[in-house]
């Protein structure tokens, strides 16, 4: 297993992401104990000491389910870290009850990490707020051995996450990013990284597969990749892109199976860092994925010249282009949280005035149309 340095610890480059805990008959809430006991052994005995659960996952029970899986070996051989919902707006004057309540369910004592949960669009004032005493309480608690390192995870915007570290970066050790090869542009992973550089705060890793969608690639796209390394399976090109950016201390990878588990290990049993030409192969096949599904905006800002309604065009394609990629997902749903009503694609009035003006000759009027046809699907 490969160690990075964080401070006084050494912790495994890939952490064992509970969000995705093998269950039985297919229900998301009920997590198959006896399985994720073995799987959580395979990664101790293998040397994985970073576990990853989060309030919300499984339906509240992730939490309760590592609690009683880790309690079977000493708390110094391993570190633990969840997070504080703020995805959920009804929990924010709720810090204290969640926070003692997380303690339980977990069975220990103290976080070695803890998180602001998935700051983004739709929370970013209230996790701001001074009413609400996040921070406070959170800080309160680190001083006092509570939580041993405190840091955030974000799926927002560049202008979201710079915010949030105007604010609180001071305070901030460690950022989690949804960070792969088909984000690294796509969702402004590499500004990300290096707003994290700015700030001297390491980059944790989530999403490193994208949901999946990276563990396995076309005929053509992977004949690419056996080219380059005919060894090497197509999940692990993902694994060995992020082994190539400096800044990332710990991968976190939610596996719900045994065979997953143990492909994951064996990539992480040594760096094998891409050279300047597989890098290149394996960003041009992000590029070509994207261009398959994504509409072409270039953020000129022409079309919102001549919107009648007065729409930030720009940023609802890209939400767009997000969600088209994943074919659903949270993110953009997540987004337009934040978004008043009439500032929704459900506002378009179909005139085309922006097609008019649009260099790219994007069809906006009908992205917006579908837009909001799968929001509300």
Same mark, same amino acid.
């Given at each position: 297993?490969?160690?990075?340095?964080?401070? %006084?610890?050494?912790?495994?480059?890939?952490?064992?992401?509970?969000?995705?805990?093998?269950?039985?008959?297919?229900?998301?809430?009920?997590?198959?104990?006896?399985?994720?006991?073995?799987?959580?052994?395979? /990664?101790?005995?293998?040397?994985?000491?970073?576990?990853?659960?989060?309030?919300?996952?499984?339906?509240?029970?992730?939490?309760? =389910?590592?609690?009683?899986?880790?309690?079977?070996?000493?708390?110094?051989? @391993?570190?633990?870290?969840?997070?504080?919902?703020?995805? %959920?707006?009804?929990?924010?004057?709720?810090?204290?009850?969640? @926070?003692?309540?997380?303690? !339980?369910?977990?069975?220990?004592?103290?976080?070695?990490?803890?998180? @602001?949960?998935?700051?983004?669009?739709?929370?970013? %004032?209230?996790?701001?707020?001074?009413?609400?005493?996040?921070?406070?309480?959170?800080?309160?608690?680190?001083?006092?051995?509570r939580i041993k390192h405190l840091g955030?995870?974000?799926?927002?915007?560049?202008?979201?996450? !710079?915010? @949030?570290?105007?604010?609180?970066?001071?305070?901030?050790?460690?950022g989690q990013i949804q960070l792969n090869?088909?984000?690294?542009?796509?969702?402004?992973? !590499?500004?990300?990284?290096?707003?994290?550089?700015? #700030?001297?705060?390491?980059?944790?890793?989530?999403?490193?597969?994208?949901?999946?969608?990276?563990?396995?690639? /076309?005929?053509?796209?992977?004949?690419?990749?056996?080219?380059?390394?005919?060894?090497?399976?197509?999940?692990?090109?993902?694994?060995?892109?992020?082994?190539?950016?400096?800044?990332?201390?710990?991968?976190?990878?939610?596996? /719900?199976?045994?065979?997953?588990?143990?492909?994951?290990?064996?990539?992480?049993?040594?760096?094998?860092?891409?050279?300047?030409?597989?890098?290149?192969?394996?960003?041009?096949?992000?590029?070509?994925?994207?261009?398959?599904?994504?509409?072409?905006?270039?953020?000129?800002? #022409?079309?919102?010249?001549?919107?009648?309604?007065?729409?930030?065009?720009?940023?609802?394609?890209?939400?767009?282009?997000?969600?088209?990629?994943?074919?659903?997902?949270?993110?953009a749903p997540m987004a337009m949280m934040?978004?008043?009503?009439?500032?929704?694609?459900?506002?378009?009035?179909?005139?085309?005035?922006?097609?008019? =003006?649009?260099?790219?000759?994007?069809?906006?009027?009908?992205?917006?149309?579908?837009?909001?046809?799968?929001?509300?699907?």
């Amino acid at each position: 297993m490969i160690y990075k340095e964080f401070k %006084d610890k050494k912790l495994s480059a890939l952490g064992l992401g509970a969000m995705r805990l093998p269950v039985i008959d297919g229900n998301d809430a009920v997590i198959d104990e006896e399985k994720t006991a073995q799987m959580v052994a395979y /990664s101790m005995a293998q040397g994985i000491n970073y576990y990853d659960t989060a309030y919300g996952y499984h339906s509240g029970n992730s939490e309760i =389910v590592m609690g009683k899986v880790l309690k079977n070996y000493p708390r110094d051989s @391993f570190y633990l870290a969840s997070k504080f919902p703020g995805y %959920d707006l009804s929990n924010m004057d709720k810090v204290e009850e969640i @926070f003692e309540n997380q303690l !339980k369910k977990c069975q220990v004592e103290y976080f070695d990490f803890y998180l @602001f949960h998935n700051v983004c669009e739709m929370n970013i %004032d209230q996790y701001l707020d001074e009413k609400y005493g996040i921070f406070d309480y959170l800080i309160k608690q680190k001083k006092n051995g509570r939580i041993k390192h405190l840091g955030f995870s974000a799926h927002g915007n560049y202008d979201t996450m !710079k915010r @949030f570290l105007e604010a609180y970066g001071e305070y901030m050790e460690f950022g989690q990013i949804q960070l792969n090869y088909l984000d690294w542009t796509f969702q402004q992973a !590499k500004s990300k990284v290096e707003l994290l550089t700015e #700030y001297q705060i390491p980059v944790w890793v989530m999403e490193p597969l994208r949901g999946g969608k990276l563990a396995s690639l /076309s005929e053509e796209n992977t004949a690419k990749l056996k080219e380059l390394r005919p060894d090497e399976g197509v999940p692990a090109w993902a694994f060995r892109f992020l082994q190539s950016i400096p800044e990332v201390t710990v991968t976190l990878s939610g596996m /719900s199976s045994f065979e997953q588990l143990k492909e994951n290990i064996h990539t992480f049993e040594e760096e094998k860092v891409l050279s300047e030409n597989e890098m290149k192969t394996i960003l041009d096949i992000a590029a070509q994925m994207i261009r398959t599904t994504a509409l072409p905006c270039t953020a000129c800002h #022409y079309c919102t010249s001549h919107c009648p309604q007065e729409l930030d065009i720009p940023a609802l394609l890209a939400l767009y282009n997000e969600h088209c990629s994943t074919e659903g997902g949270f993110i953009a749903p997540m987004a337009m949280m934040a978004y008043a009503e009439e500032k929704k694609p459900s506002a378009c009035v179909g005139c085309r005035s922006c097609e008019a =003006v649009c260099p790219q000759q994007v069809k906006i009027s009908e992205a917006m149309e579908d837009f909001a046809k799968r929001l509300k699907a």
